[in-house]
């Protein structure tokens, strides 16, 4: 009975296999790459509402959900006051995603999976007849306790995925560089009175 329930899946999963690979082909015609380089197409094609990190020139950066943006200006609005930015494009620095609450679900629920896998992968603890899934919820109820008590930190230190960086400006020569080189001046000789 086990034997044919594994054929069987076998089976369903070479049945499968030429639709799973079409599903990763390349398209027929490819859309072109946008001439933009500098990454500023990624930032206006953001979808409204997003919370992003914008950082500029004059203080921190500023949490704010994305509103707008076209090619000189960035528009977001406050997460906590409800102010509207506007952020002109060669002033802003980098523009990060907000990830900090995606990044705590994601390791609550890993830590969570790995307890319930520790749980139901521990030999059994004696002959008092537990399942093995009840003990597999306890563990991944505590493996979600510990999952907070790490996430909470970690999310506030992972920083947020980038989406956009200016470019960096091309090198200028400062005051203190030296300059080209100069012809000698020839010395100047003082003229002696008799």
């Not at 499968?16 to 933009?36: F, I, V």
Request: with cysteine; proline share 9%; net charge neutral.
């Amino acid at each position: 009975m086990k034997n044919k329930f594994c054929s069987s899946i076998i089976v369903l999963l070479f049945a499968l296999l030429p639709a799973a690979a079409g599903a990763q082909a390349l398209p027929d015609n490819p859309e072109p790459a946008r001439a933009d380089s500098s990454g500023w197409s990624r930032v206006q094609d953001l979808a409204n509402g997003e919370e992003i990190d914008v950082a500029h020139g004059r203080s921190h950066a500023v949490p704010c959900r994305f509103a707008g943006a076209t090619d000189d200006d960035l528009f977001c609005e406050s997460l906590f006051s409800g102010r509207e930015y506007r952020f002109s494009r060669a002033e802003v620095e980098s523009v990060r995603m907000e990830d900090k609450r995606r990044n705590m679900r994601i390791l609550i629920g890993t830590f969570a999976a790995a307890g319930f896998i520790w749980g139901v992968a521990a030999p059994p603890s004696g002959d008092n007849g537990t399942p093995r899934f009840l003990v597999g919820l306890g563990g991944a109820g505590i493996g979600a306790l510990a999952g907070c008590a790490v996430s909470l930190p970690a999310a506030f230190l992972i920083p947020g995925r980038l989406v956009y960086r200016r470019p960096p400006l091309e090198h200028k020569p400062s005051a203190s560089a030296p300059a080209e080189e100069q012809a000698p001046t020839p010395p100047r000789t003082a003229a002696v009175s008799q």
